[in-house]
């Protein structure tokens, strides 16, 4: 009786017949699954509309967005594989029957990641160079050849920290029983040396380079408008010596000047405080979990947080840059021969498809 009322309540309710391994219950499995969904939609949507864009419209052919598409290309990867790396498995009451394709997704799941924080150092320092570095490091440094070793090694950097390890013991990529996801094998004997490899390959270095570039820019461009200030000063003061009697006009035009500088001086710090805090806020308390903790429940939870920062980088980094604004409104709203600047594909695109 006892074996087949178990049976039965087996069939009828999954949460009895998973793993006895997993720490999580299928009702947090679930939670977990269905805001990773939402974030793969999001993600997926969001990449690709702004791949498409650069695709299109040639006015968006330009060195930082090389390292744009790179990021989009990365972050689309991750979504796209959510559903057969974590999706499917945290579902799912039996137990994975592909070890091999476990694995691959853990691996370019693991991948994408750091070549996402990779790409948005490189945004970082380009944006740095072209503000406020010196025109022959420029020139340099950003040639065709050179962005492509740099592109390449943005995701060839965290592929090798991936690889590398397992070799030699340290490790191990499939399906982790204790959280129901592909992802690195929390119960190998040697997952800690692991996560450290992880760790200190794909965050530090990206995360240093996040906060001087953005730290020195601020300054820059806090020094900028001191200086914009200070000249308006001086060529008012130039013409009062000519208009003395138009006092009024003058102080109109300090005004409006002050004002319209101190709003674009507060657009251009709130961008960076808010790129800075996202890439601190999604990724530190993952990073520092791996870390601190072997607890999987914890890691689980907080890898969802490090997850949201794919869904984000197009908005931070499209939204408030005015020529990816235009071609965006554009593609959603299916007016692409408004498109500014056609590329050659867009070209062919209406040749084919708008004979009319």
């Not at 138009?246 to 709003?263: C, I, S």
Request: charged share 15%; glycine share 4%.
């Amino acid at each position: 009786m006892e074996n087949a009322s178990s049976q039965v309540i087996a069939e009828f309710l999954p949460d009895v017949a998973v793993n006895k391994t997993s720490l999580f219950t299928y009702g947090e499995r679930v939670g977990v699954a269905i805001v990773l969904l939402i974030i793969f939609a999001l993600g997926t949507l969001g990449n690709s509309i702004v791949i498409l864009a650069v695709a299109l419209s040639k006015d968006l052919h330009t060195i930082p967005n090389v390292f744009v598409v790179s990021l989009a290309i990365a972050d689309l990867c991750y979504c796209l594989l959510l559903p057969s790396s974590s999706v499917i498995p945290l579902l799912s009451t039996d137990p994975w029957h592909s070890e091999t394709l476990c694995f691959l997704s853990a691996l370019m799941a693991y991948t994408s990641i750091g070549a996402s924080l990779y790409n948005l150092a490189c945004i970082a320092l380009n944006r740095l160079l072209v503000i406020r570095g010196p025109a022959k490091a420029r020139k340099w440094l950003f040639t065709t050849k050179k962005i492509t070793i740099m592109v390449a090694g943005t995701w060839a950097i965290p592929l090798a920290a991936m690889l590398v390890p397992l070799p030699f013991g340290i490790g191990a990529l499939g399906l982790d029983k204790q959280d129901n996801t592909c992802s690195d094998i929390d119960t190998h004997p040697r997952f800690m040396e692991y996560h450290l490899i992880q760790v200190f390959c794909f965050y530090p270095l990206p995360l240093m380079i996040l906060i001087i570039s953005y730290s020195l820019l601020f300054f820059h461009v806090q020094h900028n408008f001191k200086h914009r200030r200070e000249s308006f000063k001086l060529t008012h003061q130039e013409m009062s010596d000519f208009r003395t009697d138009d006092d009024t006009m003058q102080d109109k035009l300090k005004a409006r000047f002050k004002k319209r500088t101190n709003r674009q001086q507060l657009q251009i710090t709130k961008n960076l405080f808010i790129v800075s805090c996202v890439f601190v806020v999604c990724g530190a308390p993952y990073t520092v979990a791996l870390l601190t903790t072997s607890n999987a429940r914890i890691l689980l939870f907080l890898s969802v947080l490090f997850t949201f920062n794919s869904c984000v980088n197009p908005i931070l980094y499209t939204v408030n840059h005015s020529r990816f604004k235009v071609v965006i409104l554009c593609i959603l709203r299916c007016r692409l021969k408004d498109i500014p600047k056609p590329s050659a594909l867009l070209v062919s695109l209406r040749a084919r498809f708008c004979r009319v």
